[in-house]
């Protein structure tokens, strides 16, 4: 597919969302009605997922969350349901570990506090906040790694699975366990006007959305400062036994990235990663920028990406694209490929500017697998550490790198470099 045809074929796949609830309410279902008491104290688990299920029984509905802060379990979000926080309420996840239990189909993860399986027409929307708690789970985690003990499952914050026609729109998320935003085998997400707030050095792994095996993506307006990805699209591991399902038709633009490790594609992308446009992102004081990886095994059909109109302040790496995200590059050679080798291909980043960078590129092909195709347009990079490159094709124009010591290009092995 041709980048400029890409934001209209993703978008057209995005249109049925572009109202805040689509379907026709025939039921507003308050939650105080339903017995939540909203004190920060009680818990509200089984009050709430009436509201849910008494909409939901009735063809759907809004489930209202007046000011308040309402203690909660796993809520189990249904089709036509909007989850409406006002201004001054607060869904916060139950402080007791045990109550949340081990998925069954993902053993990996615990149930989250808001999950929705198989679910269409859905939407989580106002001015209200979602609070996973998540210092309960980043303590234990942090002391069984002072006990030597095996990492503990977690939960997500909102885990949407095979479901479409997803709407969050306005709030806040916050303090997730582990992922804030996780779709997996769905179709048409928007996520717009949102904040998601997690402390960067102290929250592990708590990417902010993580679209796997997903299409038809919207991402636009959001604030996402966190201790993992700010967004990674993935696409299953085959270690896990996920299954080979891409994601596809992505969009993320006009959004704001603090603390984080960057737009990220990968690294599990057993399925492929397809056609994905990002543009107009601020960048400020994230670990990567730009980056794609992936490694021999977890990789497929990497390639059609389009990063336009991006700024980056104190970004340690501005582009980073590597097929080595769990080591081994050091002496390495070719090896036979295979289904699950990553094949980058395709890849224009165009109107760049990154200021106070550590390192200004990493750029990583395989012997067996280099990058192809990769486009540096008008891209300026200051940085302590000029570009590393190996096993790639790139081609550049007005590709400038300031570079305080060494350097600004290294081209190591299997480099085609060409300038225009």
């Known amino acids: 597919m041709r980048f400029r045809d890409l934001l209209s074929v993703s978008l057209s796949g995005l249109a049925v969302l572009s109202s805040p609830f689509l379907h026709a309410a025939s039921k507003t279902c308050d939650v105080r009605q339903m017995g939540a008491v909203g004190d920060g104290h009680t818990k509200d688990t089984t009050a709430i997922q009436r509201a849910i299920d008494t909409c939901a029984d009735a063809g759907g509905g809004v489930v209202h969350f007046v000011s308040g802060t309402y203690v909660s379990g796993p809520l189990d979000w249904k089709s036509h349901i909007n989850l ?5 309420a607060t869904l916060l996840g139950s402080p007791d570990r045990s109550d949340f239990p081990l998925r069954e189909d993902a053993k990996w993860r615990k149930v989250s506090l808001l999950h929705a399986d198989h679910a269409t027409d859905i939407s989580l929307t106002g001015k209200g906040t979602v609070d996973g708690n998540g210092h309960v789970w980043w303590d234990a985690k942090a002391e069984d790694k002072k006990k030597g003990l095996p990492e503990a499952p977690r939960p997500m914050l909102l ?22 935003i996780m779709a997996v085998l769905c179709d048409g997400l928007t996520v717009r006007n949102v904040r998601i707030l997690n402390p960067g050095h102290t929250a592990p792994n708590t990417d902010g959305i993580d679209p796997i095996s997903t299409s038809h993506v919207l991402i636009e307006h959001v604030l996402i400062d966190t201790g993992d990805d700010n967004v990674a699209i993935k696409s299953g591991l085959v270690e896990r036994g996920d299954p080979d399902v891409p994601s596809t038709d992505i969009v993320i633009r006009d959004c704001d990235f603090r603390n984080g490790h960057g737009m990220s594609i990968g690294s599990e992308t057993a399925g492929g990663v397809r056609n994905v446009t990002v543009e107009r992102v601020k960048f400020e004081g994230t670990r990567q920028g730009i980056r794609i990886k992936s490694a021999r095994g977890r990789g497929n059909d990497i390639g059609g990406f389009s990063f336009r109109d991006i700024t980056m302040e104190h970004v340690e790496t501005p582009i980073q694209i590597t097929a080595y995200y769990t080591g081994g590059m050091k002496g390495d050679t070719a090896h036979p490929v295979t289904e699950h080798t990553p094949r980058f291909h395709d890849i224009l980043i165009e109107d760049v500017t990154a ?8 750029i990583y092909g395989l012997p067996e697998s280099p990058v192809k195709r990769l486009r540096l347009k008008n891209v300026h990079i ?5 570009a590393d490159m190996q096993y790639a094709e790139v081609a550049v124009s007005n590709f400038v790198v300031d570079a305080t010591r060494g350097e ?13």
């Open 84 to 88: 409406r926080l006002d201004a001054g």
């Open 355 to 362: 200021t106070g960078a550590k390192r200004a590129a990493v």
């Open 382 to 386: 200051s940085a302590e550490a000029g």
């Open 159 to 180: 885990d949407l699975t095979h479901s479409k026609m997803i709407l969050i729109d306005g709030v806040t998320i916050q303090n997730s366990p582990q992922y804030n």
């Open 408 to 420: 600004a290009v290294t081209k190591g092995p299997g480099v085609i470099f060409t300038e225009k």
